[in-house]
């Protein structure tokens, strides 16, 4: 593999990983071990949040910003870009929800995966 760089693992969950979304700086994941971490582009992984009740993170969106949000059960969560965190529950599980772009604190649209 001349030129070629080397490919190294890396862990992010302890378990699945069942969503994921980029914002072409880094790629944020959402796993069954109730977790959302963001990987950089170094291979650096940074826990972003761990939900309380150990639920599946099944959601995650990206905004340009750098706002993010993700899901857990009947709750969805959105942390601006500024690292203010606002949470929503609703009746039904948030799968297929979409998200409100006021949540961002901006009017531009949320990258999703």
């Given at each position: 593999m001349s030129g070629a760089e080397e490919i190294s693992p890396v862990a992010v969950h302890s378990g699945g990983?069942?969503?994921?979304?980029s914002d072409g700086?880094?790629?944020?994941?959402?796993?069954?071990?109730?977790?959302?971490?963001?990987?950089s582009a170094n291979g650096k992984a940074t826990l972003l949040a761990t939900d309380a009740k150990r639920r599946w993170i099944d959601n995650t969106a990206l905004h340009p910003d750098g706002a993010v949000a993700w899901s857990a059960g009947k709750t969805a969560f959105v942390?601006?870009?500024?690292?203010?965190?606002?949470?929503?529950?609703?009746p039904l599980p948030s799968a297929g929800w979409r998200l409100p772009q006021k949540a961002c604190g901006s009017r531009s649209r949320i990258i999703t995966a």
């Open positions: 990983i069942l969503c994921a979304a700086t880094r790629i944020v994941m959402g796993g069954d071990d109730g977790k959302l971490v963001a990987l942390r601006s870009g500024k690292g203010e965190e606002k949470s929503s529950t609703r």
